[in-house]
């Protein structure tokens, strides 16, 4: 079963992209979601976290979004130290959800992360796909879904690389403009993929 990797820039809709291959039943793994998770569930990942970001980092046992966002998108330092003790927990659960699947006859599966590319992840992957929109339908959609102000959504983009560097290691690019045509764009990656 061959591993496709869905990236993009936020605000580019990795979402609603991952959401059609899922309704074609291509099993979807959303690493944020799944890292989400991991540093509620598990302990190790927890002591780790408090040992490298704070006590503030939780709040009764849960993970203290709001404070460790704005902590590691103000401090790359504390970025790089979060990324280096989730990611490799998230690789191991990925190949796990993934040896789950094998005696399903699945062609492949999705793999979406958002720093895909950032983080050298594009490695475990058979093939990626780009999802791409201009960057002001981009602003648009983040400051509608998550409530924040302009300057917030720049500073995150800051994280993330341009849409240009990531296009050249891409082998599928999704341009996420209206519905329409990207239901276009994953019905013909999902035949080549199914066909390859």
């Not at 998230?90 to 006859?105: I, R």
Request: charged residues 30%; positive net charge.
């Amino acid at each position: 079963m061959k591993t496709i990797g869905v990236t993009g820039g936020i605000g580019s809709g990795k979402s609603s992209v991952v959401k059609m291959f899922s309704e074609l039943g291509i099993p979807v793994y959303i690493a944020d979601v799944r890292a989400k998770k991991l540093m509620n569930a598990s302990n190790e990942l927890k002591e780790n976290i408090i040992k490298r970001l704070g006590n503030q980092s939780y709040i009764n046992g849960q993970l203290n979004r709001k404070f460790v966002a704005k902590l590691i998108f103000n401090d790359t330092e504390k970025l790089k130290q979060l990324n280096a003790i989730v990611h490799p927990a998230v690789h191991d659960d990925f190949k796990k959800w993934k040896k789950q699947l094998e005696d399903k006859n699945y062609n492949y599966c999705i793999y979406e992360a958002a720093i895909l590319y950032e983080s050298n992840r594009q490695h475990i992957c058979d093939y990626t796909i780009l999802v791409t929109a201009p960057k002001e339908i981009r602003i648009n959609r983040v400051i509608n879904r998550d409530k924040i102000n302009k300057n917030e959504v720049l500073e995150r983009m800051k994280h993330q690389w341009s849409d240009e560097r990531k296009q050249k290691l891409a082998d599928y690019i999704i341009h996420n403009i209206d519905y329409k045509s990207t239901r276009e764009s994953v019905n013909k990656i999902h035949n080549l993929l199914q066909n390859s």
